[in-house]
């Protein structure tokens, strides 16, 4: 694996939380009915679905990088998802300013296991997603622990969808998708029995944020990014605690192109959140955590 190439000096953010939601070919990553449900949710109607290169030109046009990547939830959706080579082939393709991650299924098994190895061994991916939600997986089940210890082995993160998901809301029954898989307390068995593996716990964690908050403060690898809200509806706990004891895990993400970096950050502007800590949300915690070199 060849190490990234971002410079990071020259950037004024890091995104750890962007969406690939269309192929090449224009397979979308969601059926057509839990795509209709996210943008519904998020208040996003008829937003567009940029392709990886649009994304790169986005976040190049903004001087930030950003880490992408799609949801591999064949299992629990039937929806065959968009293929991590072609991720990580796109963004290989923008690696100044791109990052790829990886999502696999944890029902996939040994297969999964030997997918994220080649992924990362012969693809360059630096992390993996997981949406428990989505999924249909419980995050400490046993069965998903082959898949935890060789991403601890690669040395790189898991990040976890945590809290109520927009994917989902408003068809009947949440489309099948149970929210209970999201509670951030079934991350903290996994934060104990893979002490090694870096953890982002990913948004504001409705309706278990101090859950979210208590697994962060007291195992010392598991972030948090704040993605998927608008900063003036972050919860006040989670602001206090991003000023003082998670100073150095909280993260900067939007969830683009659902919620755009520019309106996430004219939100965060006027956020009490101290001058020296400002710099670490937005990228130096990022940076640190993904391993990224100053050029």
Not at 277 to 290: M, S
Request: hydrophobic share 40%; aromatic share 10%; with cysteine.
């Amino acid at each position: 694996m060849s190490d990234p190439v971002i410079n990071v000096d020259a950037l004024t953010a890091i995104d750890v939380h962007t969406h690939a939601e269309i192929s090449r070919t224009g397979h979308g990553a969601l059926g057509p009915e839990l795509f209709g449900a996210s943008e519904e949710y998020f208040k996003a109607h008829g937003h567009r679905q940029p392709t990886i290169d649009e994304m790169a030109a986005y976040y190049r046009q903004r001087h930030m990088a950003a880490v992408v990547f799609t949801v591999d939830a064949e299992h629990g959706t039937g929806h065959p998802r968009i293929a991590n080579e072609e991720v990580a082939e796109s963004c290989a393709a923008h690696a100044d300013v791109l990052v790829p991650f990886a999502s696999v299924d944890p029902h996939k098994g040994r297969a999964g296991v030997r997918e994220a190895r080649r992924l990362v061994e012969g693809y360059g991916v630096r992390g993996f997603k997981f949406h428990p939600s989505i999924q249909a997986f419980s995050p400490d089940d046993r069965m998903a622990y082959p898949l935890y210890e060789t991403i601890e082995e690669l040395g790189v993160p898991a990040l976890f969808h945590t809290g109520q998901t927009g994917i989902g809301a408003g068809v009947p029954g949440g489309g099948g998708i149970r929210l209970k898989y999201s509670n951030p307390m079934l991350v903290d068995d996994v934060a104990v029995d893979f002490p090694e593996l870096r953890i982002i716990l990913a948004h504001p964690s409705f309706p278990w944020q101090d859950e979210a908050l208590a697994v962060a403060t007291h195992k010392p690898y598991v972030y948090i990014d704040l993605s998927g809200w608008s900063p003036k509806y972050l919860p006040p706990q989670l602001v206090r605690y991003a000023n003082t004891l998670l100073k150095d895990k909280v993260l900067f993400g939007s969830d683009y192109p659902v919620i755009t970096p520019d309106r996430w950050l004219a939100d965060f502007e006027k956020l009490d959140i101290r001058p020296e800590v400002r710099p670490r949300i937005l990228k130096d915690n990022a940076a640190r955590l993904l391993g990224l070199h100053k050029d």
